[in-house]
């Protein structure tokens, strides 16, 4: 039977954590499966537990550190698969706790600025909807701008999340300029004392330079209005991509100064290794996980289950 609805909210979104990265932990449980029968570690076996945390995308520095860690004084002894996993969980997890920071918004700006941006179909309208409801649950006074101009359903779609959270959406004809959009939902939020103003951007490729250059235009004529705007940009991320994610990060943070991450879809086939190696590259904060497409499969991004999940270590 699958029916989940009686478990917990914790229990159930763990459980589609670490069935996201079974592809992960699987191939790392089969690395070390066979110590059930040699129980000894030897280098040909740190040499898999590498190679399974390079194709799971943790990147060399990240999959080397783990295999020394793992061989450090055990090397040729005695050593179980769960012991195995839990100095890969412990490794992983110290790469992701210093960037694993909550979306700290600050009462001081009134509307405190969240620019959402990503490449097309990352999750960024969906991720919008869900902080939404998580704002307004918090008491807060959302309101949403629509600044995907391009296409008239993605303004339907924010639309719907605007109903659904009570937020009131700021919308233009579609095909109009985004950055104007942008400036006006900053004067009306500002007229209207809303607590926080969510923008939505249109998915762009990262080596687009055209599209680029419109969203460092969107930023520029946000900080007309409010020069300490946006007081966060929120890069959101599609777990399935694996390593594209990398050039991902480059391209916006150089564009827009992202703030904080967001990685999405990691129910489902994930390869949200790629996180660890981004962590380790780029330090930016990791603010949000998200576990399905519903309003509440959002979570605050914790290092210690995000590693365990990885390593295959039971909750
Ligand atoms: N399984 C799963 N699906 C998700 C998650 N987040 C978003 N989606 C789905 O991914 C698809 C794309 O989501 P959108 O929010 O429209 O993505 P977007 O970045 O706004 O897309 P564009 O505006 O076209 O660039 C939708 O079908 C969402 O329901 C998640 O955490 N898990
Ligand atoms: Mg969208």
């Given at each position: 039977m699958n029916d989940t609805t009686s478990e917990t909210p914790k229990l159930s979104w763990w459980r589609r954590l670490s069935a996201g990265l079974k592809r992960t932990s699987g191939a790392l449980g089969t690395a070390v499966a066979d110590l059930v029968t040699k129980r000894k570690l030897d280098r040909a076996m740190l040499d898999d537990i590498e190679d399974v945390l390079l194709r799971a995308d943790l990147g060399t520095q990240v999959a080397a550190r783990i295999a020394e860690a793992v061989g450090a004084g055990r090397y040729d002894k005695a050593i179980s698969a769960d012991e195995v996993k839990a100095v890969v969980a412990t490794e992983v997890e110290k790469v992701l706790s210093p960037v694993a920071k909550p979306l700290v918004v600050e009462a001081s700006h009134k509307p405190f600025v969240i620019l959402v941006v990503g490449v097309n179909g990352s999750g960024k309208t969906t991720t919008i909807g869900k902080l939404a409801a998580k704002f307004a649950s918090d008491g807060k006074q959302v309101m949403l701008a629509a600044g995907d101009t391009f296409r008239a359903a993605a303004i339907e779609q924010l639309k719907v999340w605007g109903e659904r959270t009570k937020a009131p959406v700021i919308a233009g004809a579609q095909g109009s300029d985004s950055a104007s959009l942008a400036f006006t939902a900053i004067t009306a939020a500002k007229e209207q004392a809303r607590d926080i103003l969510l923008i939505d951007t249109a998915g762009r490729l990262q080596n687009k330079a055209e599209l680029m250059n419109e969203l460092e235009k969107v930023v520029r004529v946000i900080r007309k209005v409010d020069?300490?705007?946006?007081?966060a940009v929120l890069l959101v991320l599609d777990a399935?991509?694996?390593?594209?994610a990398l050039s991902q990060v480059e391209a916006f943070h150089r564009t827009a100064g992202v703030t904080g991450l967001v990685m999405t879809?990691?129910?489902?086939?994930?390869?949200?290794?790629i996180l660890v190696a981004l962590s380790e590259k780029f330090k930016l904060p990791v603010h949000f996980i998200g576990v399905g497409e519903g309003v509440d499969d959002l979570q605050p991004f914790a290092a210690r289950d995000f590693a365990r999940a990885i390593a295959g270590i039971d909750d």
């Open positions: 020069a300490s705007a946006p007081h399935t991509v694996g390593q594209n879809k990691l129910d489902g086939t994930a390869r949200g290794g």
